[in-house]
């Protein structure tokens, strides 16, 4: 039987064709900030990319102490202002099958990747498919944990969770060899992560979606969804544009630029 394969199918603005102003990053932070609710939020210029953003997700926490944590989200619905609209949504969410089915493929794989790097018998599933709200939408969310090999460091565990399951699919190696096959060019930070370490061997990581792009003279948005076999193209289209309204109704343009 084949394997199941989730990838991830990516949809974003395309450069224009002509000079546009460009957004005031530090303003379109703050503006952001105050109406998401994200995992970890971020704004940075550094070798040659700005960017901010508000991630839904930390790809790995390790702490000081050598615990590890991942939480994988797969799993959405919109998230509006409208609250018994929002409770019929999280029912339905966590009623379908194709989205309860992506979920578990990614928490399973999250604990075979922290399995290889921790301590025998310590990786647990903390918290299995509760609901997170993150900005626009709404996601099936889990927390697995465990303990590093006192023989392995940080950055060895990051390499082994790096690119995170939620951003390129499962089984890792056929679902980036299906992206590079599919996508119609290099992804740049999207679906990387946001870091912040210290000498200590703290680490966190934060995976970059929800957020604003900017490189030379091109800014820009993306956001993308978990294809399965069972996935409708429309409803996949639709997660997309509920993502992208995390951020681009807080875009505030830089009046320097204009």
């Not at 971020?42 to 953003?53: D, E, I, S, V």
Request: charge should be negative.
């Amino acid at each position: 039987m084949a394997p199941e394969l989730t990838s991830s199918s990516t949809s974003r603005c395309r450069p224009p064709t002509c000079p546009c102003p460009q957004a005031d990053l530090p303003g379109t932070y703050l503006a952001g900030r105050a109406a998401n609710t994200p995992a970890r939020s971020f704004l940075f210029n550094l070798g040659g990319w700005q960017a901010t953003g508000f991630s839904p997700e930390i790809v790995l926490h390790v702490g000081r102490d050598g615990r590890l944590v991942t939480q994988p989200l797969a799993g959405t619905r919109k998230l509006g202002g409208d609250h018994e609209e929002n409770a019929r949504l999280r029912r339905e969410l966590l009623c379908d099958s194709k989205e309860v089915h992506e979920h578990a493929v990614s928490v399973r794989l999250a604990c075979e990747e922290l399995g290889a790097v921790c301590d025998a018998g310590s990786v647990v599933v903390e918290d299995f498919m509760s609901v997170k709200e993150r900005g626009s939408v709404q996601h099936l969310a889990s927390q697995v944990a465990g303990r590093l090999r006192n023989d392995l460091c940080s950055w060895q565990a990051f390499g082994v969770l790096f690119p995170a399951v939620t951003a390129t699919g499962a089984p890792k190696s056929a679902a980036l060899a299906a992206l590079l096959r599919h996508e119609e060019g290099p992804r740049g930070l999207y679906g990387g992560a946001i870091l912040a370490v210290d000498a200590d061997g703290d680490l966190d990581a934060a995976l970059v979606l929800r957020s604003v792009l900017r490189r030379a003279d091109r800014t820009w948005l993306r956001a993308g969804a978990g294809i399965t076999r069972h996935s409708v193209p429309e409803r996949e289209y639709e997660e997309t544009c509920e993502k992208l309204r995390s951020v681009a109704p807080y875009l505030i343009e830089d009046n320097a630029s204009a």
